[in-house]
């Protein structure tokens, strides 16, 4: 019953994020004003931004699991937080190839070390790359589940000063988007970022929950192997 | 509808921005599908591995 729910709900997320994704890039294209100040190129913005939050959530969501690990000794909860990191690091690197391209077009460079934000983020998609260097060094096990998710939890405070770091920034090449005074940026611009970062977090979920339901069967199937030996 | 009013090299990196997105989810689904294949090979060893254990 729980297995028919869950593939129900994989089948119902995939359905919609393809719908919220297809809507998105409707909407980009073909609704939201071309910005005046950047010009086409800030088109860039609805996927590159909903894919950094959604980074974010990834590492967030690998956090909470850590912290369930470390309290309940869930050696499912370790599997959620490695698949939760797994997927950050993959809209991590999603977010430094798109604003790489953003900035190439906006700024005529690849990239530049000046600005705080993207160096703050690249110091946290590293160190998130190094939590596999750590998970996969240490012999399956509690030791293991307990020293990935200590890192886990340890990453996790980047993601606030990588946030942040736009407004503590001297240099403000890098488009200041959200600030106290609410979104900057038009009503129909708005709407579309908002779809597009529900189609980024609706894709999250999905490949979520079918890269966890892989190793979940991948995990049985070791057990069972090792049964029949 | 919004006309195209950026220079064709602006068009080259939105594209190329939105390319990767989606090569890169396309990829994430081929490896899936390869992992699926790969799990579907070991439970079929393992249920002929039960049955021959069965007799």
């Not at chain 1, 950094?52 to 000794?73: N, Q």
């Not at chain 2, 939105?18 to 396309?26: A, C, E, K, Q």
Request: neutral net charge; contains cysteine; glycine residues 6%.
């Amino acid at each position: 019953m729980r297995r028919v729910l869950v593939q129900d709900r994989v089948t119902g997320l995939a359905v919609l994020a393809v719908g919220l994704m297809a809507l998105a890039v409707g909407l980009i294209f073909f609704y939201a004003p071309t910005d005046a100040d950047q010009g086409f190129s800030q088109r860039i913005f609805y996927f590159h931004v909903p894919i950094a939050l959604t980074s974010y959530a990834c590492f967030g969501w690998g956090a909470w699991k850590a912290l369930l690990v470390l309290r309940k000794s869930d050696p499912d909860a370790d599997l959620e937080s490695y698949t939760a990191i797994h997927q950050g690091v993959i809209f991590g690197a999603l977010t430094l190839v798109t604003g790489s391209i953003w900035a190439k077009a906006s700024w005529g460079v690849w990239w530049t070390w000046s600005e705080d934000q993207l160096v703050l983020f690249l110091v946290l998609f590293l160190f998130y790359c190094a939590y596999f260097m750590l998970r996969f060094s240490v012999e399956p096990g509690p030791p293991r589940e307990n020293l990935s998710a200590v890192y886990a939890l340890f990453g996790v405070v980047l993601i606030p000063v990588s946030f942040l770091a736009i407004r503590l920034s001297h240099e403000f090449i890098h488009p200041v988007v959200f600030t106290s005074h609410g979104p900057q940026m038009s009503g129909s611009q708005f709407l579309t970022f908002c779809v597009a970062l529900a189609a980024m977090l609706a894709l999250f979920a999905t490949l979520y929950h079918v890269e966890l339901a892989g190793k979940r069967v991948d995990a049985r199937l070791r057990e069972l192997r090792e049964l029949l030996a | 509808m919004t006309p195209p009013q950026g220079a064709p090299s602006e068009w080259q990196y939105v594209a190329a921005a939105y390319l990767v997105v989606f090569v890169t989810v396309l990829a994430w689904i081929a490896i899936v599908g390869a992992k699926l294949q790969r799990l579907q090979r070991t439970l079929g060893e393992l249920v002929e591995k039960a049955r021959d254990r069965n007799g």
